[in-house]
């Protein structure tokens, strides 16, 4: 079989509107390393979208979800409930940052969390007005497009948004937005526009992810929360590509020294599986009736069984130093590479969650068309990476935390022969 017959195969089959990265087919993966139909070897950082942060096919992960093969595939927890799954709350309820009572509910992807924080968020404070910033990212369904700060692809040719969401700028110093002036935009949007005493919630991801890696500055998450506590308005901590110990902690918030209402959750959660979550206040969490929340597929028990052994595997195998530790050889080996290479015009992001940002040689304008060279020349070497950003002209780095140090070694010989080889293009 070869990945050009099951293209053609794909373009009569599958909707253009699902975008696609790559031609390559995978047939198998094991770790960081992925096999297509015709046997090529690629190395994945990309790590579907840091869903794999375990890395592919985890032994104890793959062990776990055998197991619960054998009991039982699906009941639908609302109809007959199951152990694992109280088990797994519970377990979030501890580790999500945040000193107070908490509870969870499960759902199956990182939109339909977000979607079920603002409906816990509204049904709480009975206020309808939500707040998300610029670059962010929160899902396609549409009020996840809605909240997203970014038009094309996911906005684009879908019609009118959800009503009563609003967007603030994301501070970004690169780019002329200081963080003092993304929090002047907050108390402008209550002084002209907006009642804070409207607003449900407040969205933002601790470190942007499809809006280009940008963290979060203290000085942002401690002002928000702040406005927060001032207004009685919600604050949720988008943690779906942050979550489970890619940033160098389990939750990226613990980097912080405030904690969000709400967190979302979901791609790393259960290690290749659907699965997600919103956990927070436990008053704020009970808010909604019975009934209001929930789903068919929401809490899959293969998707908990996943996600214990993830649990387990991130302390057992204390993949939050390792992520801080592969983490800092990147950035050290980019930042070596940037010497020589005026393109780059910053190197960022706490963990294991790094990326570098391309501009024109003379650093005045973004240049996506450099990153997707550098994307691509990766791709002929058998190097799989993501580029992200609002302009597109941001590489993003997500392999798996469990890579060994010889294919890490290996994917920066090739990194660095990319970005030399895009350079001279």
Known sequence: MLNSEVAARRDDAISRGVGMMTQIYADRAENAEVWDVEGNRYIDFAAGIAVV?????????????????????????????????????ERLNAAVPGDFEKKTVFVTTGAEAVENAIKIAR??????????????????????????????????GFGAMMPDVYHVPFPVELHGVSTEAAL???????????????????????VQGEGG????????????????????????ADEVQTGFARTGNLFAMHGYDVAADLTTMAKGLAGGLPLAAVTGRADLMDAAAPGGLGGTYGGNPLGIAAANAVLDVIEEEKLCDRANELGSRLKQRLES?????????????????????????????????????????ALKRNLILLTCGVHGNVIRFLAPITIPDAVFGEAMDILEESIGAARAA
Do not use: W
């Open 337 to 377: 590479i940037r010497q020589s290479t005026p393109e780059m015009v910053d190197v960022r992001g706490p963990g294991f969650m790094v990326a570098t940002e391309f501009n024109t040689t003379d650093g005045s304008a973004p240049n996506p068309d450099m990153a997707n060279r550098v994307r691509a020349e």
């Open 123 to 156: 049904a709480a404070t009975g206020r309808p007005a939500v707040i998300a910033f610029g670059g962010g990212f929160h899902g396609r369904t549409f009020m996840g497009m809605s909240l997203t700060g970014k038009v094309a692809p996911y906005k684009k």
């Open 213 to 236: 890696f940008y963290p979060a500055p203290a000085e942002l998450v401690r002002g928000v929360r702040k406005l927060c506590d001032d207004h009685g308005i919600v604050m949720v």
């Open 53 to 89: 942060n375990t890395g592919h096919r985890h032994p104890k992960v793959m062990e776990a979800v055998e197991k619960q093969l054998k009991s039982f595939t699906h009941t639908c927890h609302q109809v007959l409930p199951y152990e694992n799954y109280v088990r797994l709350a």
């Open 184 to 206: 002047d935009a907050l108390k402008g949007l209550f002084k002209a526009d907006l009642d804070p005493e409207r607003v449900a919630a407040i969205i933002f991801e601790p």
